[in-house]
């Protein structure tokens, strides 16, 4: 069987840590069987600078009939002044709204070879295993009516819509019940029902599937600013937070750095059984270090291996993927982001190649 890949590198450091992730595929295609057949597209500012528009139809249904799409990275400061949609970002929402991908899996997992990477103290890190689920294709990221407009006095008045559905609420609410009875079973909901209605349907339609579906799972709300407070107070007290487009932006930032670096952080946008996922890194394409080689790959490279195990049904070879970061962390080797007393730094593709040779050498070992 043949897994078709769309891969999107985007910008920035998007290209290159797509390059390191193009040699695993390379690897596991030559070295352990598994047959890809991979297409690769443009989106994001380098879509926009080739047909002016960050995403075009050809490649979204290049996307549509795919097994998975992995993405590396939009936007940068050559295209932050076009009109929002136009502007990268947009490629992006387009197509995870398109493909109807309504559940953003967000792990926050520390390598004990990361502990002391992190800014937070190490036993409050150590051991760490967060799973954010945030709600992907609805609230104040699509809400109509949004803009800007003028109120003829000198002034103007921007405006959003935060706004969720009974059905969004709860099909997102049900990924993560789910996910969490695979973990420790507990599910953290988040909003602002103190002051949002939005927020108080999102807790009533949440209290109600929990009762009705899941009243094995423990569950518990809490307010998106004290939930950002008590991730670094105390967050080992959470397994899967869910919640909604803007909160769970924001929390995954804030999470990422629990894990030492969002250098780190992979991601799986997930929809209806059968649609594509698309999995891509947390960070963006950081203008400020793009083309110098010093980028992470792990994030993206961590995203295919959601992939195989999401999408692909190639589960044993993502656990692999994961052991073969985890070895070569605990060997010492960084890059920048990472990078400790007594260890070795590597570029973007220095990391890749002792990603492949840690591969090679579980494979010699099992043969
Ligand atoms: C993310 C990013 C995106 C978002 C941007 C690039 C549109 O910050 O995936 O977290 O806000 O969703
Ligand atoms: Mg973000």
Not at 139 to 159: K, S, T
Not at 175 to 188: G, H, I, P, Q, S
């Amino acid at each position: 069987m043949t897994h078709k890949l769309m891969i999107l590198p985007g910008d920035g450091i998007g290209v290159e840590v797509m390059a390191e992730v193009r040699k695993v595929l390379n690897w596991l295609q030559s070295e352990s069987g598994i047959a890809f057949d991979i297409s690769e597209g443009l989106i994001g500012g380098a879509s926009i600078d080739a047909h002016k528009n960050p995403l075009t139809d050809e490649t979204l249904a290049q996307c549509r009939k795919s097994d998975a799409v992995i993405l590396g990275a939009v936007g940068g400061p050559k295209w932050a002044d076009v009109d929002y949609a136009i502007r990268p970002e947009a490629g992006l929402l387009r197509l995870r709204k398109e493909l109807g991908l309504f559940a953003n899996l967000r792990p926050a997992m520390v390598f004990d070879a990361l502990v002391d990477a992190s800014t937070l103290k190490p036993e409050i890190v150590k051991g760490l295993d967060i799973l954010i689920v945030r709600e992907l294709t609805g609230g104040v990221y699509f809400g109509e009516p949004r803009g800007i407009e003028d109120l003829g006095n000198g002034q103007r008045r921007g405006f959003n819509t935060q706004t969720y559905t009974t059905e969004e609420i709860q099909r997102v609410g049900r990924v993560a019940f789910e996910l969490a009875r695979k973990r420790r079973n507990k599910v953290t909901s988040c909003e602002k029902a103190n002051v949002m209605e939005s927020g108080k349907l999102w807790r009533e339609e949440i209290t109600a599937l929990h009762k009705a579906e899941y009243g094995d799972v423990e569950l518990e709300h809490m307010y998106a600013d004290n939930c950002a407070m008590q991730l670094l107070r105390r967050p080992s007290q959470f397994d899967v937070i869910v919640t909604d487009n803007l909160f769970g932006d924001i929390l995954s930032d804030e999470a990422s750095m629990l894990t030492g670096s969002l250098g780190m952080l992979p991601s799986a946008s997930l929809g209806k059984p059968g649609a594509p996922g698309l999995y891509e890194p947390v960070h963006g394409s950081a203008p400020d270090i793009a083309g110098q080689g010093k980028a992470n790959p792990l994030a993206t490279i961590l995203s295919l291996a959601m992939a195989l195990r999401y999408s692909l049904n190639e589960g044993k070879t993502a656990d692999r993927l994961e052991q073969a970061a985890q070895a070569v962390l605990n060997s010492g080797t960084r890059t920048a982001d990472i990078m400790a007393p007594g260890c070795r730094q590597v570029s973007t593709s220095g990391m890749g190649d002792a990603l492949i040779e840690q591969l090679r050498k579980t494979k010699a070992k099992a043969a």
